[in-house]
């Protein structure tokens, strides 16, 4: 099986993505281990803290973006990093050419039932002689990023990467510590008969939704003529590797729940990553009225409208929003 730096190089992709890439990844590996151990490693439960966000940090969640964050900036490949975890960016290598941002542990909730969680990231160029410690420097659409991706720590661990040829799957071989291909290009199909969503906020959906949700609920008796199912892993990353493996619809959609949060998920590490890595095994990932990758940020945190997944079932729900 092949290893990851030679399939990137054959690409084409310079040798100093490669390394930054390499170095998220030497992170990833340590994370990976930490949560592999469980209850042995001391660290399930919750810290006492809060994050910018105002949402409880698990203590996984406290440690895993630290170690991201001292391998990414004492690499000396990215001039700033930018993380779920951080109430503002962090200035690394004023050189460097490259910022990333990344959700350390995707789905927290669920280290503490030995669920799916995962690391999700995002590369982009910094715009040249940018200051480090500029905040703006991450006000970029998703379409500029050169890399996303994400580690899935489930039964085994899944790294799904994009360079913008294709999506990709590798897999982590524990006993040597390497990276192997094990699929070389995801195809989401077009049709599927699967979606997620967290019906539990059913009653705080715009109407658009609820009346899309209800028609796939209603199956051979609605106006669908067929039946869906349905799957929610609680952790965007779980549902989102499901949705490239087999196809599926994905969506975190905007909810009256709260009047301060109308959206979950935020833009610049969790949709931009993941839309990248939809669009380019051929799926569609919109707010429901415009594409994700072309929002222009205005804020680190900010959070967006997500529907992902099977280019028809994605259209049809798209269908429902005009
Ligand atoms: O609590 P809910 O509504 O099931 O939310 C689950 C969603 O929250 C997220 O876990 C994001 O939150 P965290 O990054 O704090 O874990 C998504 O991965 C997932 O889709």
């Known amino acids: 099986?092949?290893?990851?730096?030679?399939?990137?190089?054959?690409?084409?992709?310079?040798?100093?993505?490669?390394?930054?890439?390499?170095?998220?990844?030497?992170?990833?590996?340590?994370?990976?281990?930490?949560?592999?151990?469980?209850?042995?490693?001391?660290?399930?439960?919750?810290?006492?803290?809060?994050?910018?966000?105002?949402?409880?940090?698990?203590?996984?969640?406290?440690?895993?973006?630290?170690?991201l964050?001292?391998?990414?900036?004492?690499?000396?490949?990215?001039?700033?990093?930018?993380?779920?975890?951080?109430?503002f960016t962090v200035a690394g290598n004023p050189d460097a050419k490259y910022i990333v941002a990344f959700d350390p542990l995707d789905g927290s909730s669920n280290t503490d039932i030995n669920s799916l969680v995962g690391t999700i990231?995002?590369?982009?160029?910094?715009?040249?002689?940018?200051?480090?410690?500029?905040?703006?420097?991450?006000?970029?659409?998703?379409?500029?990023?050169?890399?996303?991706?994400?580690?899935?720590?489930?039964?085994?661990?899944?790294?799904?990467?994009?360079?913008?040829?294709?999506?990709?799957?590798?897999?982590?071989d524990k006993t040597h510590g390497t990276f192997l291909l094990t699929e070389d290009f995801a195809s989401i199909p077009e049709e599927t008969s699967e979606f997620a969503i967290n019906a539990s906020n059913q009653r705080h959906w715009q109407p658009a939704m609820q009346n899309y949700i209800t028609d796939l609920i209603a199956g051979d008796t609605g106006p669908r003529g067929r039946n869906f199912n349905m799957r929610w892993i609680a952790a965007m990353v779980g549902d989102v590797h499901r949705v490239l493996c087999r196809g599926g619809i994905f969506t975190y959609p905007t909810d009256t729940k709260d009047p301060n949060k109308p959206n979950k998920l935020r833009l610049l590490y969790e949709a931009n990553p993941m839309a990248m890595l939809i669009e380019q095994a051929g799926g569609i990932a919109s707010t429901g009225t415009e594409r994700i990758m072309d929002i222009q940020p205005n804020a680190i945190h900010q959070r967006v409208a997500v529907i992902l997944g099977s280019k028809n079932e994605v259209e049809t729900c798209l269908s429902y929003h005009k």
């Open 1 to 67: 099986m092949r290893r990851l730096p030679p399939v990137l190089l054959e690409d084409g992709c310079p040798r100093e993505l490669i390394s930054l890439i390499r170095t998220v990844l030497a992170a990833c590996k340590e994370i990976s281990f930490r949560v592999g151990q469980g209850a042995l490693s001391g660290v399930l439960g919750s810290t006492l803290d809060e994050n910018i966000q105002g949402e409880t940090q698990k203590k996984l969640d406290v440690l895993t973006n630290q170690l």
């Open 69 to 87: 964050k001292d391998i990414l900036l004492e690499s000396g490949y990215v001039k700033a990093i930018a993380s779920e975890e951080e109430d």
């Open 121 to 172: 990231f995002s590369i982009m160029e910094a715009p040249e002689g940018a200051d480090p410690a500029d905040q703006s420097i991450f006000m970029q659409p998703g379409k500029n990023q050169v890399a996303a991706g994400y580690v899935l720590y489930g039964p085994s661990t899944v790294l799904a990467l994009t360079t913008g040829k294709g999506t990709r799957f590798f897999t982590l």
